[in-house]
């Protein structure tokens, strides 16, 4: 192309309503919201979400939401995860993780015995102060900002739950001391914190080398598709990776209304029913078997939380 002739247009990308949930293995180095980005873009989905970042440096279980599902994508925010890491043991760095510069070299002297005894010490419930290389906001601003600009603000301790905390002694690659660690820990969990303090009850110090989200919730690896698959499918196929809108409701129980009392809460009335209390329950129409949205039963009272709008009811039915 010489430099007369006008730069060949774009193809414009025609957007539609897609509704469901695709459980991606994100790849390393990508950010979380770049991984959502690109899926949307192939799926060419008008509205999505996902449920939580997950740290360029890890890979695994990222739920993307589309749609419909972006109403419930707090669900998985809250869910328990699972993760697989490893820890560099004998060398701190600025970050907590291999990005970081190091800040201490450390000789290691760690036996099993040590290391099962660290175990059982962060088992169970913790108060854990966030990392300052996080999206965590303060003011505003997400603390990463801070510690870019090279300044520590002062963080409030989160509870947090480590219901099972597996480690062992391990090799790197490079012949370097490590510990492989397998984590079912709450929301709110930072890993990367975990593997700093760690590191610091075994004496030498630590930092996070690795990192695998293995599930999150009821969901797990097994069932994502990676962003290269994904790439190669034809359209179509890709569509057919998204799990239906309500497997995040799975756990709820089950609500069915007739036509009126559906009409009627699909307009965020409360219905009464012979339901007994449940925080969390999902709604659906008997005629069609569409999802509705969410509520909650109280002295017999089913009242919304979070409804669907007419027209991802409407479209959610077509997919049926």
């Not at 089950?254 to 409360?270: E, P, V």
Request: glycine content about 8%; charged content about 20%; aromatic content about 4%.
């Amino acid at each position: 192309m010489t430099l007369l002739e006008p730069a060949t247009p774009r193809a414009r990308v025609v957007r539609r309503p897609v509704h469901g949930v695709l459980l991606l293995d994100k790849p390393l180095g990508w950010s979380s919201n770049d991984a959502l980005q690109k899926v949307k873009w192939l799926l060419r989905a008008e509205k999505a979400g996902h449920t939580g970042t997950l740290d360029p440096l890890a890979t695994g279980v990222l739920p993307l939401c589309f749609g419909a599902a972006t109403k419930f994508s707090q669900i998985q925010l809250d869910a328990d995860k699972r993760y697989l890491a490893t820890l560099r043991l004998g060398v701190t760095t600025s970050t907590g993780d291999a990005e970081g510069e190091v800040l201490q070299t450390c000789s290691v002297n760690v036996t099993e015995a040590d290391v099962a005894r660290v175990a059982r010490q962060f088992t169970g419930p913790l108060a854990q102060v966030p990392p300052m290389h996080s999206a965590l906001k303060k003011d505003g601003r997400p603390l990463y900002d801070y510690a870019r600009a090279g300044l520590t603000v002062e963080r409030a301790a989160r509870d947090i739950t480590i219901y099972e905390l597996n480690m062992a002694l391990a090799l790197t690659d490079q012949g370097q001391t490590a510990i492989e660690m397998e984590v079912h820990c709450s929301k709110g969990t930072y890993v990367r914190t975990l593997a700093q303090d760690v590191g610091e009850a075994l004496g030498c110090g630590a930092h996070l080398a690795a990192l695998r989200r293995l599930a999150t919730g009821d969901f797990g690896v097994a069932q994502c598709v990676t962003l290269a698959a994904l790439e190669q499918m034809p359209e179509a196929q890709r569509l057919t990776r998204l799990l239906p809108t309500d497997s995040l409701l799975q756990n709820y129980r089950r609500i069915d209304l007739d036509a009126d009392n559906a009409r009627r809460f699909s307009s965020g009335l409360s219905r009464r029913g012979p339901w007994p209390d449940v925080p969390q329950v999902a709604v659906y129409a008997l005629d069609s078997g569409t999802l509705l949205g969410t509520g909650r039963v109280m002295n017999g009272e089913l009242l919304p939380t979070r409804l669907l709008s007419p027209a991802e009811i409407e479209q959610l039915n077509c997919d049926l």
